[in-house]
């Protein structure tokens, strides 16, 4: 059996250790600190926790940042903290039994290549150990050592400043003016917690797009919030947009941040995001105040910007980023990770038992899916089942992949390596529309390959999506069929805005029932507005009267409230003395106006209603329905004039 030597107890680490043991494997994962959880860990007596303070908010819904074979308590919020992280790793360990492999307080000191072997040489409680591996994974992150720049008079605020990575609560803060520096997603999140106790001082070198967790489902004002990521589906991920187009998309999303000077985006901005909820809003209320420059020094109780300002603060709180500890690799291999050259980001373009998981360039979404498919890949091409390009095409390949893709672009393209992307299973339409435009979950990685579990996969994929749905349509007052037949009659701009309210009614009525969505009721109230659905109704009554004598009020009701409803639509939705839009007569005259050479005005709602409605009509309509159907394609093809269209009825 093969002994892999795991360095970090984190996400990437333990997802490792589970894949190793999935591929037969022996994995040792060997931890710097005491516990799991990496980032995530806790504070204990020991030793502070990871970067990470326990009420944290994670940046991604727990439908995008899980494991695949592992899902997260349907009870958990939308975007769990960081202390529900912790015990979600915890359970994953348990549930995959990881502990046994686990060794703590770890200080890995060397890792070198032994001809076809690895020698890692660790220290632990005291002792100097070496032992030889046959591969080497590198999960220790990105986030080894909180950073802080060198500036002048960093000295003089020394009992008055922390690093994010050292921040708690907001308690410590009350009463007291904080200057937060960095405008990253750390910075963006600890101001925005502390502003609600406090009053904080926001200090940024450049200004990011301000992107809250949950952002408008659709273009109109009105429609429900939903998680951004779960808008980041296949389809859009397909889409390529011009910078205007990417700027117009940010814009819409993050509101009202451009009435913020210092936080104002153009099209020519430098990218970047930053994840915040109630930024915006406690700036415009005075709970932050942000400024834009750089530090020239500290001095005491102020700090001294470039341009001249100074400000004073009772607290410093820097966010300034990480430094990621790689000492104990050789320069070279440590030169490949930082220039990017490594096979899909994991590999030497010629050592294959020996890779990085979790030290990608960049920021590419939830990391969750991504280092398990990473893990995955490492594995298997280490027990021998998946095997790399020769060094000189691993090289080509290298020279050629982009440094930056999407998380969406990076994990088909490591699940294809895998054999385990769905895109070409055969899938019905209904699978198809999912997998294309509902949330991108790596649970589509399990529904082919060798570890896939369709059934039970089929079946999250599809309550995941059901939730989706559940939110985007929370305030919709509509059905969800008629939605396309609003937009169009939005689209016609009449003027007479009392009457197009009474057609867009009956449209989408019209429209909904028409194509069979609810079957037989559908066929009649396809024709509720004549007599054949009051005689139809009449005939339904009797024929169940006679069949079921004993429960015959069911009947009397059912056809009782048929007429009431006929009447009462009739009544109150329709115009006085205004001909039924779907009839064959009404479409007969609407179609002798348009072929007239005369100069007579056609009704733009009628035009409407024959083209969309008189489309799903019965057989007497058919051939004025197709005729009007041509006529209107004419019409939108500049072949018609149209200046016989307007909006008063007949």
Known sequence: MLEVAILGAGVSGLTCAAAALREGLKPTVLEKFHDIGGVWRLDSPQEIGGAAWPGMELNNTRFTGTF?????????????????????????????KLRSHLHFGCHVRQVQQ????????????????????????????????????????LDSISDKMCHAAQYRQPDKYKGKKVLVVGGSLSGTAITEELSNITTVIHLIRRARWLLPRRILSAQHEGSPRIPFDFLETQANNDIRLSPEEKYNKMLRFCEKQNVIPEWQMTPQSSWGVAIADEYV????????????GEINCFAGNKVILKDGN????????????????????????????????????????????????????????????IVQLQAELACKVIAGKITLPEPAKRKAHIAQTPKLRTAINYMNTLATILGNNPAKMPLNLREKYTLNYGIFTCKRFRLTGSDCDPQVTWREINNDEKYRRKLIHSKEKVPTLAKLCKQKISELNTQNAK??????????????????????????????????????????????????PTS???????????????SLYQTFFLPINSPRIDSPKTT?????????????????????????????????????????WELCQSLEEGKLCTSKIHSKPL
Request: include cysteine.
């Open 114 to 153: 032994q001809e076809t072997k690895w020698k890692v040489t660790w220290l632990q409680e005291n002792c100097l150990i070496e032992k030889y591996f046959d591969a080497v994974l590198v999960a220790t992150g990105k986030y080894s050592n909180f950073k802080i720049p060198d500036f002048a008079g």
């Open 552 to 566: 015959a009020w069911f009947p009397i009701c059912f056809g009782i409230m048929c007429h009431a409803a006929m």
């Open 68 to 96: 695949s074979d592992f899902s997260w308590p349907a009870e958990s919020p939308d975007f769990p903290t960081a202390l529900q992280m912790y015990h979600y790793l915890s359970c994953y360990a348990d549930h995959f």
């Open 281 to 292: 809003e406690n700036v415009l209320h005075g709970k932050i105040k942000p400024y834009q």
């Open 499 to 548: 009457l197009q309210k009474r057609k867009r009614l009956y449209y989408l009525l019209r429209y909904f029932v028409g194509i069979g969505v609810v079957g037989p009721i559908a066929g009649l109230f396809k024709y509720m507005l004549n007599l054949k659905a009051i005689i139809l109704a009449g005939v339904a009554t009797g024929i169940a009267l006679i069949l079921l």
């Open 588 to 628: 007969k005259k609407a179609i002798k106006l348009i072929e007239s050479e005369g100069n007579k005005p056609i009704p733009k709602a009628m035009l409407f209603g024959f083209r969309y409605a008189n489309r799903f009509a019965g057989k007497d309509n058919e051939p004025y329905g197709k005729k009007a």
């Open 310 to 369: 100074e400000i004073e603060f009772d607290a410093v709180i820097f966010c300034t980023g990480y430094e990621q500890d790689l000492s104990f690799l050789s320069q070279e291999i440590q030169n490949k990770l930082k220039a990017g050259d490594l096979y899909e980001d994991i590999f030497d373009d010629s050592i294959d038992n020996f890779g990085f998981i979790g030290n990608y360039p960049g920021t590419r979404g939830a990391v969750t899916p």
